[in-house]
């Protein structure tokens, strides 16, 4: 789920050859049901954004495995382990 429009997701997911969607959340309706909305640090300034979290949801809608603060380096992998076991 991030707030980046439907069009720079659906780019990701061609370049990477995702086989789920993404959620964009331009509006922030899922930022604020879920309380993704916090303090992020970068380059030595805070501010405020919205904190980097996955949900795996399958086919019915039902949330299988959420991921906070995932690292980045290993992200993909990480997804691709949880889905299967999901």
Do not use: C, Q
């Amino acid at each position: 789920v991030s707030t980046d429009s439907i069009k720079s997701h659906k780019k990701f997911e061609e370049k990477y050859e995702l086989p789920f969607s993404l959620i964009a959340d331009e509006d922030k309706k899922i930022v604020d049901i879920y309380n993704l909305w916090g303090e992020k640090k970068f380059m030595g300034k805070t501010y405020m954004g919205t904190t980097r979290t996955t949900f795996l949801i399958d086919e019915l809608g039902k949330i299988k495995k959420i991921i906070t603060k995932p690292d980045t380096k290993n992200h993909t992998e990480e997804v691709l382990a949880a889905w299967d076991e999901a």
